[in-house]
């Protein structure tokens, strides 16, 4: 349940997407830092992640980790939002015989998985094509 006991503090992030903006600076951090490594700065705000992106490096995952196996093959890949933050998601509903390098994006709230025999339902955010 360690899995579990993460997952319940990160829920800001996975159902909001938000993210700490260091009021210092104005540098973006997700997750949400204490100290800001631009300007060492302690104060932040709490601001919303851009939904849209491009995919900036991906690849494709054909022997899952446990928890994963019947998604098997699937793309995780660096998407860079529109407001220049970085992350790293699974990317679905495509062709994964045609994702490339500069695929615009965008982020949905989907199952992410399901911990172990417990049966917690996981949620957060992968990325979908845009059409």
């Known amino acids: 349940m360690i ?8 829920i ?7 993210a700490g903006k260091c009021t210092g600076c104005d540098k973006i951090f997700f997750p949400p830092r204490n100290v800001c490594s631009k300007c060492r700065g302690q104060e932040f705000e709490t601001v919303t992640l851009a939904k849209n992106g491009e995919v900036e490096a991906f690849t494709i995952i054909r022997v899952a ?3 994963f196996q019947d998604e098997s093959p699937y793309a995780v890949g660096v998407i860079r939002l529109e407001d220049g933050v970085k992350v790293t998601a699974q990317i ?3 062709d994964l015989e045609k994702l490339a390098i500069g ?3 965008s982020r949905e709230f989907r199952l992410v998985q399901q911990d172990g025999e417990s049966g ?4 957060g955010y992968k990325f979908v094509p845009r059409g």
């Open 92 to 94: 679905t509903d495509c």
């Open 65 to 67: 980790p446990s928890g």
């Open 120 to 123: 917690i339902l996981c949620y």
């Open 103 to 105: 695929d615009q994006v």
């Open 3 to 10: 899995g579990s006991a993460r997952y319940w503090r990160e």
């Open 12 to 18: 800001p992030q996975r159902y909001r997407y938000e």
